[in-house]
């Protein structure tokens, strides 16, 4: 289990990322979306990638609020 979310440099383990990823393949859309625009703002990109491409590109998600808190938002469908 991940108990530990962040390690001394202040950034999610891997481990605990690739959890997320994992629970996140079981949730809807925007769960996902929204899961690969924070793993993109905090610097793990490319593992959000496989979450982008389980994604309708050209859905759009609606979420007030979202573009103060994550600037990647625009970048996953997030308005």
């Not at 949730?27 to 625009?37: K, M, S």
């Not at 994604?55 to 997030?78: F, Q, T």
Request: overall charge positive; charged content about 20%.
């Amino acid at each position: 289990m991940c108990t530990d979310y962040y390690n001394k440099d202040q950034r999610y383990s891997l481990k605990c990322v690739k959890m997320f990823f994992g629970l996140a393949q079981k949730y809807p859309p925007l769960t996902r979306a929204l899961l690969g625009a924070i793993l993109e703002e905090i610097g793990n990109a490319s593992i959000a990638e496989p979450l982008r491409k389980s994604l309708n590109p050209i859905s759009m998600y609606k979420l007030s609020g979202i573009g103060k808190v994550l600037a990647a938002s625009p970048k996953w469908n997030i308005r």
